[in-house]
Structure formats: structure tokens, C-alpha cells
């Protein structure tokens, strides 16, 4: 792989079978670089080879998405619910095709260069700082999580983390936050807990709290 900058916009050329020409836009350069920057490395040439890994990962991740939008997953039902497809639906589905080697060449390039607590960083660039704003949210409603349950919890919304990084945009980061966050609320479930009751109950709180502030 090579490399130039030209103008704010980096020309990548991948060698391979499936030798192709990225053009990666400046917006995009820009982003990786401040992504990067998070780490404060003190060496350079590994912070341009970790800038160069987030700005192919990135490019690739939006020409996938501009390439396949909604109307390219025919309308249908979520076999699941059985409501229509979305246009969110639709985009997800589309975006999820996305060739496996995007993930994988991103998360082997972090980890070559940086360790699991800097690869977590940048993870959470991508993501806006979702995990631990949602974990904190799980440790509100239930303010005697055990730490068997916040370990659980931690483990899915890091795999959510993990998958919503090869989406485009936030409505869909969210989207596959919300499927693990299903999954938190049903392990909570099982383990003798009930959910709804517990968010009924914190949010009547937050509602009592503010009417006080009020008084």
C-alpha cells in the first residue's frame, strides 16, 4: 500500500488481486487525524500509519454506503416483527453487506499499532463515547447492578461498539446500539430482574426530582 497527500485529499493505492484506487476526501483525512490525535502518541510514524488505517477504513465504509442506498433492499417486512421495512431498516441491511475484509483490515491495523485501551479510544471516537454513556445509563435505572451484570452489560454494548463502526452515520450507530441494548434488558430480565419495572420506576423519579427543582 502507498500513500500520498495532495491538496488535503489522500490518494490510496491497495495492491492485491483486487488492486483498487481510494480517493480519500479531505473532510474524511481530517476526521482520522483528529481520531488519532485522541491517543497523543509520541511517535510519528505510528500515528500516521494509525491515521492512514482510520481514513481507509472510513473511506471504504462511505463509498459502500453512497454506492448502496435503501432503494437497493426491495421493500418488505421485518421477519421479526412483522412491521414494514424502514428506510433505516433498508439502509442497515444494505450497509451490512459491506465486505467483511473492511472490518477486519480496521481492527488488525489498530491492533498491530496500538494496545486494547487505545484501540478502545479510537473505537469510541467512531461512536461518539456511547458505551460508557450508555453503561452509566444502566447504572442509574439500576443502582445495585451487580458486577456480574455490569461486566455482561460492558461485553454487549463493546460488541455494539465494534459493529456500528463500519456504519455511516448516527441514526444507524444508534440503531445497532438499540439491538444490544435489547439484549442487556432481556439478560437483566433473566436474571431476575424486570426491566420495565425498573425504567418505570427511574423515570418517575427523574420526573419527581425536576418537579421539586420546580418548587
Not at 488492486?19 to 473532510?27: G, M
Not at 471504504?60 to 435503501?70: C, E, L, T
Not at 420495565?196 to 419527581?208: E, G, M, N, P, V
Request: hydrophobic share 40%; charged share 25%.
Amino acid at each position: 500500500m502507498s500513500c500520498c497527500l495532495m491538496a488535503g485529499i489522500s490518494f490510496i493505492f491497495i495492491n492485491g488481486a483486487d488492486a483498487q484506487e481510494l480517493i480519500i476526501p479531505a473532510d474524511v483525512s481530517a476526521k482520522a487525524a483528529e481520531y488519532t490525535a485522541a491517543l497523543k502518541l509520541d511517535d510519528a510514524a505510528k500515528s500516521k500509519r494509525v491515521e492512514s488505517v482510520v481514513a481507509i477504513h472510513m473511506t471504504q465504509v462511505k463509498d459502500w454506503h453512497n454506492a448502496h442506498p435503501a432503494t437497493t433492499v426491495p421493500a418488505g417486512i421485518n421477519p421479526v416483527t412483522g412491521s414494514k421495512l424502514t428506510e433505516l431498516d433498508r439502509t442497515i441491511i444494505a450497509d451490512s453487506a459491506m465486505p467483511e475484509t473492511v472490518h477486519k483490515d480496521l481492527m488488525e491495523g489498530l491492533r498491530k499499532e496500538l494496545s486494547t485501551e487505545q484501540v478502545e479510544t479510537i473505537l469510541d471516537k467512531y461512536t461518539i463515547g456511547k458505551v460508557d454513556f450508555t453503561m452509566k445509563g444502566y447504572k442509574a435505572i439500576v443502582p445495585d447492578l451487580s458486577t456480574t451484570e455490569e461486566a455482561k452489560i460492558l461485553g454487549f454494548l463493546k460488541e455494539a461498539r465494534e459493529m456500528a463502526v463500519d456504519y455511516k452515520n448516527m441514526k444507524q450507530i444508534s440503531a445497532i446500539f438499540e439491538i444490544y441494548k435489547t439484549k442487556s434488558e432481556q439478560f437483566l430480565n433473566n436474571n431476575g430482574r424486570n426491566w420495565r419495572t425498573l425504567y418505570s420506576d427511574y423515570t418517575k423519579k427523574i420526573k419527581a426530582e425536576k418537579a421539586n427543582k420546580k418548587q
